[in-house]
């Protein structure tokens, strides 16, 4: 018998908006690059000799193989909306499309006010309009674009990596780290604009991955989420793995 260990591993895309199925999918990074990067030559710059000593060529950024490797094989998931995140003192306010919303508490429900994780930081978690399915059980690394976002407050906000999987984990929600402003930590104002890459998907895999979009009605998506609810990811044996490593 033959198997075609080299098949392409699909990873299918739902949302309930042909505009944002059409805008605001899925994409490969190789497609976009951030505009500093865009702008750096690729060349090194020259030579120069100081007396006897020779100061070797610097190499610029755009040659760096790390991010190289990040463009060629990650994708990125670009943000589906306008976004502005404004944090002070006592709070943080969500603005999405010019209308002021809450996001939610991680693994819970209900929406919420962001509570903090530490004495330091805030977490906020904005629910993607996206469902993601794969039959393989492939790893993907998730983390911030912080390529893209580095000259919007990057400091001021962290998204942070996690490894998931798309057979039995079908949402990619964004969590979002804040500094809570005191001392010398600033208030701050973050503006995000639809379709600027949010977060890099890098698959854990050498075969080929293909993200596939399906725009399907309110009604399918809202149907698709409640059977997906109902199904616990603790029954997955990787859960009881998990469990059983961080006991040791």
């Not at 604009?193 to 698959?203: V, W």
Request: hydrophobic share 35%; charged share 20%.
């Amino acid at each position: 018998m033959m198997f075609n260990f080299n098949k392409t591993i699909e990873v299918h895309c739902y949302t309930s908006k042909k505009f944002r199925a059409d805008h605001f999918n899925v994409k490969e990074m190789f497609t976009h690059k951030p505009e500093w990067y865009k702008r750096l030559s690729n060349k090194p710059q020259k030579k120069t000799v100081f007396g006897n000593k020779c100061k070797l060529p610097a190499q610029s950024i755009k040659n760096c193989y790390g991010i190289i490797n990040l463009f060629k094989q990650s994708f990125y998931f670009p943000l589906w909306t306008d976004l502005t995140l404004i944090n002070t003192i006592e709070d943080i306010n969500v603005i999405a499309n010019k209308s002021t919303v809450i996001g939610g508490n991680h693994l819970e429900g209900t929406d919420s006010k962001a509570p903090t994780l530490s004495t330091h930081h805030r977490h906020l978690q904005i629910k993607s309009p996206w469902i993601f399915k794969c039959d393989k059980d492939i790893n993907f690394h998730v983390a911030g674009a912080s390529w893209d976002y580095i000259n919007n407050n990057l400091y001021d906000f962290h998204l942070p990596p996690a490894i998931i999987d798309f057979k039995y984990q079908h949402y990619l929600h964004l969590q979002f780290l804040f500094p809570i402003p005191t001392g010398n930590q600033r208030e701050s104002q973050i503006d995000l604009k639809a379709g600027d890459p949010i977060i890099y998907i890098t698959p854990l895999t050498e075969r080929k991955v293909k993200f596939i979009t399906h725009s399907i009605t309110k009604n399918e998506f809202s149907q698709m989420t409640e059977d997906l609810d109902g199904i616990s990811p603790f029954r997955h044996n990787s859960y009881f793995r998990s469990k059983a490593l961080m006991k040791e």
